[in-house]
């Protein structure tokens, strides 16, 4: 550590051309120091490539065809001032931003102008809640409390923050203006953000701006080169190392292997059995305030989900084999208190046709008949999902349309197709993919 606070001090001391090398080797001393004294973040690190640049943050995570990496700016960090603990945990923070998937999660909200501010409020308070040391202006969980004026939970996901901030967003009456720590704004009818007005501001700690800048084409090789790097790092640490890492990064460095394929209606009902949604009372549970008192209830956590159910109209799927469908969704309603609209699509999302799904599904009458456009389903969900936490999104297709989608929104997908997997069009798709030919009761259907 001693080392690391003297590379600090002499990058402030060094002329411009001297500060490339001096910052390789104060970017090498962070990685032994991580290595020996935290290994999870110490072995990410050095496994990014890294450049010296001139992004306007200290820090950023830059997209190529096959990887992120890694750019730090001298002239930015020297003008943080930054402790040795500051560095460490800032770099600590980037490690956490990869980890959790927040580039590629949150490319498409960086170029909406209303929402850029927004994501990177949510997935630095998603990150920051698990480090210490942060230097001065780090946006945690508190911070969006404070904003909000409302209780926020500490340790969410980017998701849940990002939700409650746009709810706040479109809210605020057109007098509300930016705060000085550079959030979210809306000026009149026009929602803007600048996370920093001006451009010699020095609250920005890392940047973000620049995972926008990935090709959607190339997404799934990053993504490939992401999970190796997690993959490589878990095989790396001791289980007494692993032991001491937070349960969320536990969680997303421990692979799941499918030793069955998956069924559907089971995707679903873990998906709407895991969402919470409140408390409610319960009388075989102890109330943990009073305990004493057997008359008052405790409280158990409540789930539920919002299904968005997207059906093809231009496929192969019949009547028959589209009312068998939604009859199996219905009846998961007997058991999930789940709200499940279905829109019917071809090349277009037809809102006039879309009904909520009960107990007993109406008839489906269709109203396409034109060739299928998944980007239409991708591009209606900003404006028919009014949240992006607690949402399923199922789009049943026989499979057939273009290679290519852009993401919108980041949503779980299901993609339910009527066709093998193998024959699906679209290429590294977004979300997951099942296909009922492994389902005896649609093949029965089909048969008959």
Known sequence: MTSLTHDLKQLTT????????????LYREAVMVL???????????????????TERAPLALLPTDREWQLQ?????????NWTSAEWLAMLR????????QHPDRYATALKTPAQAGLARWATDAAVNDYLSDLPAGAITSRTLEQLLGQPVAAKQDSAVYFQQLREWQAQQSPTDHTRETGGPQRTGDRVTHDLTPDPTTETVLDGHNAWQSGSVTTQAAREQWRQQVLAQTAESLTAKQRGTLPGAVQAALTPIVATSPL?????????????????????????RRQPARMELPGQIVATWQQLSVFVDESGSMGDREVAYLLGQLAALLAVYPAQVTVYPFDA?????????????????V???????AFQAVLDG????????????????????GEQHLRPTLPVPIIWLLTSPTDQFSVKNPPGTVISLSADPQWQALRRS
Request: proline share 4%.
């Open 263 to 287: 069924n559907w209606q089971t995707l679903l009902k873990r998906g709407l059995g895991q969402v919470p949604a409140g408390r409610q009372a319960a009388y075989g549970r102890f109330n």
């Open 366 to 372: 269709r109203t396409g008949g034109g060739g299928t």
């Open 14 to 25: 060094l002329a411009t051309g001297e500060r490339v090398q001096a910052t390789r080797q």
């Open 72 to 80: 730090v700016n001298p002239a930015a960090l020297v003008k943080r």
């Open 35 to 53: 290595l020996r004294d935290d290994p999870f973040y110490g072995r990410v690190l050095s496994q990014l490539t890294v450049q010296v640049g």
């Open 348 to 364: 277009v999302v037809h809102l006039d046709q879309r009904f909520t799904l009960e107990r007993r599904p109406q008839h489906l």
């Open 381 to 400: 969900l900003p404006r028919l999902l009014t949240t992006t936490s607690g949402q399923l999104v199922l789009i049943l297709t026989d499979g057939y």
């Open 93 to 100: 923070h980037t490690v956490l931003h990869l980890l959790w």
